[in-house]
């Protein structure tokens, strides 16, 4: 009992150091020049730029030009084009961020030395499916969630410390690198150090590139966890000569990625990648400042059916405590209770401490910061405030980008690079792909090829394109619905061909300005087969139900037989109680005879579509 008052004791540190003026101010960008000094808040155009500076626009066009940058009075110019302006015409410049509280994900927080204490690393495991990531959690904190034996640890919280030599080490549980990309597409960065595991038996692997990938886009130092070398196919030496395929500069070669060997499965070595963790995390000099309300960043939302919105939370800065009032994202509200992976209440949390909080008014989305303020007051009109911004930003903004969009910045005199994914159906056409495109570049538009791999197009490819503003060409594969529904989401571009030659000349036709109008595939409708008939000279006639929209006489149809196509024709009789019918709606029983295809089960789906233009 004596334990459990002292854990709940009365709060009795000093008052906390307010981040961010709360005073609202005005988003329009200001410019103005100040001792030969330009300064300005945001971007802006040409014609301001040369309007500040009492330079003739012209002057400022044709110098970019020169440079090989082609813009427009209009043209709305980057923090390193309006610097090479000012240096040509003898401006110094400074770029100075607004301090609103709207805006506070934007504000770097400036500590006093003296009020920094260190923290702990924040890690992330990542590494290709099957080569042991689950089973390394396991062993870290020796628990056992291969088996489904979570050892009393809850997992709706996806985020643990471990305490190691008295220092604590965070370890986040992401579902893939499709959470890792999410949070920095959004501008979040929360991962101190990247675990690539990767097994001794099995080598590189497509999702190991792919865990590189985001691991250097995020800037973020890696350690090579050399898994399975229990298995008597054990070949770490092979593993570490793909690594230095990839450009993953192992110690023992000169560069300064560390290697460990271990086996999650019989816990070898475990101690041995603990020390490395932390060697690079004191390499870091990693800091925080406890003494101030939290900043940090939303890990994972979901609404909970008893308890309304349920975020966890990573504190990066400051320090969060129970009855703080909270921004996050564009919604807000109490912290009514904070508890961590025990399901233990806390009162506080510190730098680096994962944390599940409910009392939020909405469910944030993974990667939104969040900011604790002193007053509800405050919270609920700054998370106003961001919505509207945010609303605002949505209706001018895409995740990605896209064909016509690249056409409409060409035809404004803009230079371009056109970010491209190529996913294939093996890797020698990837590679047969990458290398047409790379081709293409020219004065007004250089083509950038992301990742160039074979396998599907995943949520993973789609958040990776998102985050780069990249367009994704599929060659003979497709996507699922599932990352369909993902690209809609994020407004990313996915571009199917099974010809390399009409993808090259549909590149190089937007790239002149001819991009001709995109057919696109409409689902008209959906039957489910529940009888067959089957009639001599005429063949299987399928009894079904219209499940969805309706499906046309002589429309084109796919069979879809345990979410596989199995077939693709069209329709040659469809009928309605005996007679013909041109269209039969969802709801209604009908009779479907598809040309030249005999082979229909039952419980196949036939689904209708047509091809339209894009609109």
């Known amino acids: ?36 000094v330009f300064i300005y808040t945001g971007a802006i155009s040409a014609a301001e730029l040369a309007k500040t500076i009492d ?3 012209s002057e400022i ?8 940058k082609m813009i427009t009075i209009n043209t709305i110019l980057d923090d390193e084009l309006i610097g090479l302006v000012c240096l040509q015409f003898g401006f110094d410049f400074q770029k ?20 920094l204490k260190p923290r702990a690393a924040v890690v992330t495991i990542m590494g290709h499916v099957d080569h042991g990531k689950t089973t390394l959690i396991d062993a870290i904190r020796n628990s056992r969630l291969v088996d489904a034996e979570v050892g009393g640890i809850s997992q709706e919280i996806g985020a643990y410390q471990k305490e190691v030599r008295g220092q604590k080490i965070t370890f986040i549980d992401t579902p893939g690198h499709e959470a890792f990309t999410a949070m920095r597409s959004r501008g979040a960065s929360v991962t101190d150090i990247v675990v690539l595991v990767v097994a001794a038996d099995d080598g590189v692997m497509p999702q190991t590139i792919e865990a590189i990938d985001h ?15 229990d298995k008597a196919g054990a070949d770490p030496m092979r593993v570490k000569n ?17 290697a460990v060997e271990i086996s999650a499965k019989k816990k070898t070595n475990i101690d041995g990648l603990m020390e490395a963790i932390i060697l690079v995390s004191e390499m870091k000099e990693l800091k925080a400042n406890p003494d101030r309300f939290a900043m940090g960043t939303v890990l994972e939302a979901k609404l909970d059916k008893n308890e309304g919105p349920k975020a966890t939370l990573l504190v990066q800065n400051g320090t969060l405590r129970e009855s703080d009032f909270l ?22 949390a510190a730098p680096s401490t994962p944390v599940s909080v409910i009392g939020l008014s909405e469910v944030p989305l993974a990667g939104d910061r969040f900011m604790a303020f002193s007053q509800e007051s405050e919270a609920r009109e700054i998370a106003l405030k961001r919505k509207r911004i945010k609303e605002a930003r949505d209706r001018n903004l895409s995740g990605g980008a896209s ?3 690249l056409f409409n910045r060409i035809h404004e005199g803009e230079v371009q690079t056109l970010n491209i994914i190529i996913k294939a159906d093996s890797t020698g056409s990837a590679e047969a792909v990458k290398s047409s495109l790379d081709k293409l570049s020219n004065d007004q538009v250089k083509i950038n090829i992301v990742r160039a791999t074979s396998g599907a197009i995943t949520e993973s490819d789609v958040l990776l394109a998102s985050a780069s503003k990249a367009i994704i060409y599929g060659f003979n594969v497709r996507p699922s619905a599932i990352t369909r529904a993902k690209a809609e989401e994020e407004k990313v571009e996915i571009r199917l061909h099974r010809i390399i030659y009409a993808l090259i000349e549909e590149i190089q036709a937007a790239m002149k300005g001819m991009l001709a109008p995109t057919m696109v595939e409409k689902i008209t409708g959906q039957a489910e087969i529940r009888r067959l008939f089957k009639v001599s000279k005429i063949g299987n006639i399928a009894g079904c139900m219209v499940i969805d929209g309706s499906i046309h006489a002589n429309s084109k149809i796919r069979i879809i037989r345990d979410g596989i196509v199995v077939y693709e024709g069209k329709i040659s009789s469809l009928q309605r109680e005996k007679d013909n019918a041109k269209e039969v709606k969802s709801g209604f029983e009908c009779g479907i005879l598809i040309e030249n295809y005999n082979d229909v089960k039952e419980s196949d789906i036939i689904e209708g579509y047509e091809m339209v233009v894009e609109k």
């Open 61 to 68: 066009i044709k110098f970019l030009f020169l440079q090989g």
């Open 1 to 36: 009992m004596a334990k459990k008052k002292a854990f709940y004791r009365k709060d009795t540190r000093p008052a906390r150091e307010v981040n961010v003026s709360t005073k609202v101010q005005t988003n329009k960008v200001k410019t103005k020049v100040n001792g030969g």
């Open 96 to 115: 100075k961020i607004i301090v609103a509280a709207e805006n506070f994900e934007d504000v770097e927080i400036i500590d006093d030395a003296s009020k």
């Open 327 to 348: 921004v996050a994202g564009t919604s807000y509200g109490k912290v009514r209770r904070m508890t961590n992976e025990f399901r233990k209440t806390l009162l506080e």
């Open 215 to 229: 691991a250097k886009a995020a800037g973020v130092p890696i350690i090579v966890a050399i898994n399975k070398m």
């Open 242 to 258: 793909e690594l230095m395929a990839q450009n993953v500069l192992l110690e023992e070669f000169g560069g300064d990625v560390i």
């Open 403 to 405: 064909l016509d969009d």
């Open 55 to 57: 330079v003739p626009v």
